[in-house]
């Protein structure tokens, strides 16, 4: 039996069941995207336990947001830009498993570190993650999923899915569900069937678009 997989599902698990309190709120989506393109001006001082300094205002950030973006319109580019890139998932796959602080993230990813600030920075920017303190001299915190960044967490079992069926004869790592291997699957949450490639069509709704691109 395949689990559910819904894109507007609200997992409060992570990825490996556990539970990370939220102090983010999801109230203005595209608002907290739009403050990763501030993310590469933040200092790397995660490694020290420094606190860096926060970009100097959101507001330029909003305004690069609020340009027409490249290309069609569309939700996938739009998370891609958040957590497209190798090391950010990773290290939401890492606090997924409950490892939350800057060095062991760094050692169970490879990501170099200088990077990996920088990632973190951009993503706690967009909402995915939070920073809690956990020592006060000097000044160290961890990395906590908030609830958008759990909301990623079935994203990664598909991805591993597709990992284990088609780039490995050994699974590395078994996600589980109950007593069995998890076998994700999209659900129609309307009709409760499986959604299967060639069952759904797609409806453009930005104008001046369709599916073969834009209408001139």
Request: aromatic content about 4%; hydrophobic content about 35%; proline content about 6%.
């Amino acid at each position: 039996m395949g689990v559910v997989v819904n894109a507007d599902s609200s997992d409060s698990s992570g990825l490996s069941g556990s539970s990370d309190s939220s102090g983010s709120s999801d109230s203005s989506r595209a608002s907290n995207v739009s403050n990763v393109s501030n993310a590469s001006s933040v200092d790397s001082g995660a490694d020290s336990g420094r606190v860096p300094e926060r970009a100097a205002a959101d507001a330029p950030a909003r305004s690069r947001a609020a340009r027409a973006p490249v290309g069609r319109p569309c939700s996938v580019a739009s998370t891609l830009g958040v957590v497209g890139e190798k090391w950010a998932l990773l290290a939401i796959r890492e606090m997924g498993f409950g490892n939350h602080r800057f060095d062991t993230i760094a050692r169970n990813t490879g990501a170099p570190r200088d990077i990996l600030t920088t990632r973190l920075r951009a993503l706690e920017a967009a909402g995915v993650l939070e920073r809690r303190r956990y020592q006060d001299r000097p000044p160290r915190f961890e990395y906590h999923l908030t609830a958008r960044g759990r909301d990623l967490g079935p994203v990664l079992q598909t991805l591993a899915a597709w990992g284990d069926r088609w780039l490995t004869d050994e699974p590395p790592v078994d996600f589980r569900h109950g007593d069995h291997a998890l076998d994700p699957a999209l659900m129609c949450r309307g009709c409760g069937e499986e959604v299967l490639p060639g069952s759904m069509h797609v409806h453009v709704r930005v104008p001046g678009w369709d599916l073969a691109g834009p209408v001139d």
